[in-house]
């Protein structure tokens, strides 16, 4: 089984020495796939059992990020996105499913007309927020808990305008904070393709592994096998 991570690997960014510890701690083989390398060819992920839309962003290609997002969810491939990976989705949904072909980061683009991921009220860079988690969920099967303090490195997340018509197109939100803004998304539709704007490889480690990639892994484990 071999699991691919869509970004462009820093080894000095401690959200990504946090994504090689826990693939490494899990004992799962993770190959790095550069974005721009998905740009024309995203088909590249049939060789993969599941995709980690990395954090890290804004990505050197935004394309090539989408384009494997995308390629993902068409493929019903496991998929978890984290952080940057969270906004991408968000991004992709946009544009693939709804139909808004200019929708846009406003870190990347800050002045398009179409902002579906904008800058949060707070920086949640280096907090921890309490999680609660709706049941009858994909997420609520994995965590098996209605809660979970989690760790954040980002200042970007969905414009709220939007997610009537995320939610109208087939988008569950199924994680909030206490102000109950959006944490988690997931279709429930495909078997495993879920996104948080958190990162849970940061409090994963070898003797407790974060049940969100325990349940990735278990899905990439099913593809590989063939069930």
């Given amino acids: ?3 691919a991570i ?30 721009p390398t998905l ?56 544009r693939n499913v709804l139909g808004i072909r200019d929708a846009e980061h406003a870190e990347i683009s800050p002045d398009a007309s179409e902002l579906v991921v904008v800058p949060l009220a707070c920086s949640l860079v280096g907090q921890q927020q309490q999680i609660e988690i709706r049941p009858d969920t994909i997420a609520a099967r994995v965590y098996s808990t209605t809660e979970s303090t989690e760790s954040f490195f980002c200042s970007y997340g969905l414009n709220p305008s939007y997610r009537g018509a995320l939610e109208g197109g087939g988008v569950r939100f199924s994680g909030f904070d206490h102000d109950g803004e959006p944490r ?44």
């Fill in 1 to 3: 089984m071999i699991v």
């Fill in 6 to 35: 869509v970004g462009d690997h820093n080894p000095s960014y401690p959200t990504h020495q946090f994504t090689d510890e826990a693939f490494a701690h899990l004992g799962v083989e993770a190959r790095w796939l550069p974005t």
């Fill in 39 to 94: 740009d024309d060819d995203p088909a590249q992920l049939g060789g993969y059992d599941g995709v980690l839309i990395s954090p890290g962003s804004p990505y050197v290609s935004t394309a090539g990020a989408i384009a494997g997002i995308q390629w993902a969810r068409e493929n019903d491939v496991p998929l978890l996105g984290t952080c940057g990976g969270f906004q991408h989705v968000v991004i992709e949904f946009a």
């Fill in 184 to 227: 988690i998304l997931e279709l429930p539709d495909l078997g495993f393709f879920l996104a948080t704007l958190y990162v849970p490889q940061a409090t994963s480690s070898r003797d407790a592994p974060h049940p969100l990639l325990v349940g990735f892994i278990e899905a990439c484990q099913a593809r590989s096998n063939g069930s």
